[in-house]
């Protein structure tokens, strides 16, 4: 079954249990997966429906600190639980610690021992293999331990 075909049943599902952030989150992520098909003429597939779901996460994570600056616990609740609920379609993420050896494995493949102008290409080459299983923020705060 497609990630598309289940984020689909599971609107149903929703619909019929009632759950109206489930509903409307799901329903939020297909809409910006269907509005990509249009703007771009291309049908998705399940790793382009990870990249716009991991948009989605990224989004309201975003929204969240602007949230707890200004007070709103109402809204912080709201978004964890959509994140919560996005994160149900993602693939598994990864640890730090995962992370962290990748990262190793790829300076050492570069033959990066430190320095923090290897940091482009350092993060250049682990995002392609941590694309979807881990956040970008935290990978670059891995790097950024690693080169100083």
């Not at 149903?12 to 989150?25: G, L, P």
């Not at 809204?75 to 050896?101: F, H, V």
């Amino acid at each position: 079954m497609s990630l598309k075909d289940r984020l689909a049943g599971d609107f149903k599902e929703a619909m019929k249990a009632r759950d109206e952030i489930r509903k409307n989150t799901v329903n939020f992520a297909r809409a910006a997966i269907k509005q990509y098909e249009v703007d771009n003429r291309k049908e998705l597939d399940d790793n382009g429906v990870v990249e716009i779901l991991t948009k989605q996460v990224k989004m309201r994570k975003d929204a969240l600190s602007d949230f707890e600056k200004a007070g709103r616990t109402d809204l912080i609740e709201a978004y964890s639980k959509e994140i919560e609920i996005l994160m149900e379609y993602l693939p598994e993420q990864l640890s730090e610690a995962e992370i962290l050896e990748i990262v190793k494995a790829s300076a050492a493949a570069l033959g990066i021992e430190g320095g923090r102008n290897n940091m482009g290409r350092l993060i250049g080459a682990v995002m392609p293999k941590v694309k979807g299983k881990a956040d970008g923020g935290t990978v670059k705060r891995i790097v950024e331990s690693i080169l100083d």
